[in-house]
């Protein structure tokens, strides 16, 4: 089978959430073991998230402005992928070497087309960043940055977070699969790029500031590489409905009309599983194809179809 | 043809050395015309540096690090790969859909293998970053970074740039190549990695601290590829001797072993020309194919063999 596995914050950062590059790169290598059974036995594609990361050079590029010229919101979101892929090649690398698996990992630069008149350019909802005293904010508020008055907590950045259209380097990723590499892909949802007119009338391509979903993109990328199963790879093992009521259950078997029923009586919530589930049920009501919600520990069991929330057309 | 490019700063910042995000945008676009023009023709892998963009990295780490953790310099190295792979991405499919040539490109995070018992390890001697006062630099010597005098400009931190040994990422390339795209690969030298004793025994690979000279790298990356020619591009259209002298005069056809005896009698300098000759040198001694330096826009000039410095075994 060929698998489209997103890799959620739980893979990337240390169990309190912590971003340095230490607890990063031991959970990319707590991670490795079950990407590398994954892989022995299918095409595997492996996106990724980089919230924590993004907001640590978000951070970073704040403080240094005076200094050093701050990068836009799709640079730091291409700087992830760097350090990101970087962690996970060498963790799997060294996985196959120790499994004696005959296999290799690449990790590309890829960026996620978006359209500029989606909706999230326009009122921008998606927070960002750390909290700051207006006093600190408005410098950027001048610069054009849009923050949000969240009272004692201080002032936050948000951003755009359009639809992911088009994953622009999956035929790279499928050129690298199909030589029988697994493929690191559309890290942090891709770097948000737009189509624009340039000077002479022609069509340009150009980063934008924006945070791309990345569930929604592996939805996108696996549609494109023609993938038999997506897995969005968190840190419980099902999808649950009726969560923290005595009704409360986990979700094995689910058909996407059952799923999209559920999530419009607002079972999952618009933060943690809500995007995961709205990827799912894209991804297989497009393709007509499987996909799963479970933990990294759990993928290959949800590939055979044994664990995880698994979503049928 | 199969061709390795390496780009140098010419092509990545401003012509005053200005490494904003919009002086390398406009850096980079300037160059997609040269390089389109040789991948219409070639295949092409294009490598550059990174010098400006790590250094920006750097004082960022170090104005920030009391509220972000600070990332090691090799990630420093793999988040230019993104960034600059992402502004190569755009501005060569923009310049391919400009033509109607039907080709892709692809940026691949790359890794390149180097030995903890470099010389440059025991005794860095590469300065990078800014110059601080003691008293700024001392808490990070006491970090264990080495910081070196240079009287009234300061201190200023020295890393080791150890020899390129392996491209761990150049059968991604290979592949990608194979497939038809053009390849940007080994972005700064590659991410400087080095094989090390993990926990239980194993060979375990991981970033370190090193920067590597991006020329040597090519070279390296070249042979690996099989590459037929070696250009490394740079803002003159030949090496000189006797510069600066009356006798000066560019350099059009040479042999390997005229290039190491104008080398030997300290014709080119260890900052600029140096690397640039040793690179070209040992990619021609070593496969018996052909290398030139030259200037960007002499690039396919220089492959049909009527421009740059020409080097023949």
Redesign the interface.
Known sequence: MRIVVALGGNALTGPDGS???EAQ?DAVRAAAPALASLAAEHELVITHGNGPQVG?LL???E??AA???P??L??C???????I??LL??AL??EF??RGVEK?I????T?TVVDLDDAGFRKPTKPIGRYLPLAEAQPLIDHGQTWVDHGARGWRRVVASPEPLDV??A??AA??L??G?VV?AAGGGG?P?VRSA?GDG??????VQAVIDKDLTAAVLAEALGADLLVVATDVDHAMVGFGTPAERPLHEVTVAELQAYSARGEFGAGGMGPKVEAVCRFTERTGRRSAITSLHRIAEAAAGTAGTRVAP
């Open positions: 971003a340095t590059p790169t640590n951070v970073k590029n403080i240094a200094v050093v010229p990068v836009p799709d640079w979101g291409a700087q992830t992928q760097g350090t892929g970087t090649l060498d690398d060294d070497a120790k290799r690449a990790a590309l630069v960026r622009l380097d035929p790279a050129a690298l199909g030589a590499f690191v770097v790029t340039a022609s069509l340009e391509l150009g980063g």
